[in-house]
């Protein structure tokens, strides 16, 4: 599996005159390695980067339009994963299980940009670089549901190849199904051994075979999802 990009990316240099816009979102994503999102405020962030709050409004009109930036930022980087994963999976089936797996370590190792991305954000279908940046995520997951180069050898690939509205519509299936599944365990609802990638995969993987081979409407789970327990624990936040 490949690593999700590494956030934040280390200041080069030393502050100067110039650079305050990027100086300012390097100390967002710094912070938010730590803290939470409530814990922000211009204040915070302009006495980061030393500079006077008033000079933060010359680069960004609010904390709530850097951190869209931001957000648009980290779902470029998501489509641009999603299209590495396709091109790297011998089958629909795997690089599904790939994508998920990555929406999932991702929220994991960065709780607090995955709930900028997906939900903590107001207004942000009125930014169009977000909506872009949206868009473009999505549309790289309906690509990977048409695509023809994956051969049809196993069942399960065939049941995610749908045809028509059928693949957008499969598309938002997993779309929402990622954002919440990586929610759920990032925030510790679904309780999973603390630091154990292995437990995350496995996991994800049982939980797209449901969707992938269509066991959810013959209204029985897969014997591997009674070993869910093995890898779970219930005090184990993620």
Not at 31 to 43: A, G, T
Not at 63 to 72: P, Q
Not at 113 to 129: C, V
Not at 200 to 221: E, K, M, S, Y
Request: overall charge neutral; glycine content about 6%.
């Amino acid at each position: 599996m490949n690593q999700p990009p590494s956030w934040p990316r280390p200041m080069a240099r030393p502050y100067h005159k110039g650079n305050v816009a990027e100086d300012l979102r390097l100390a967002t994503l710094r912070i938010l390695q730590n803290e939470r999102l409530e814990d922000l405020s211009v204040r915070r962030l302009t006495r980061e980067v030393r500079v006077a709050p008033a000079n933060f409004y010359n680069h960004y009109a609010s904390l709530n339009m850097l951190l869209v930036e931001i957000a648009a930022d980290c779902l470029d980087d998501f489509s641009d994963m999603i299209g590495h994963i396709a091109h790297r999976s011998a089958s629909r089936h795997d690089a599904l299980k790939r994508t998920v797996t990555h929406y999932v370590e991702f929220a994991c190792r960065h709780t607090q940009l995955y709930r900028m991305m997906f939900g903590y954000l107001t207004d942000t279908a009125q930014h169009p670089r977000y909506s872009r940046a949206a868009q473009r995520t999505f549309n790289r997951l309906r690509d990977l549901m048409e695509a023809e180069e994956f051969p049809c050898a196993e069942s399960a690939d065939c049941a995610t190849a749908p045809a028509g509205e059928g693949v957008a519509h499969t598309g938002y299936c997993i779309f929402a199904m990622s954002h919440g599944l990586a929610g759920m365990i990032a925030e510790g609802h679904i309780p999973l051994e603390q630091q154990r990638e292995d437990s995350i995969r496995t996991f994800v993987a049982q939980i797209l075979d449901l969707f992938t081979t269509n066991r959810l409407l013959q209204g029985h789970a897969p014997s591997g999802m009674m070993a869910a327990r093995d890898v779970a624990r219930p005090d184990g936040p993620c």
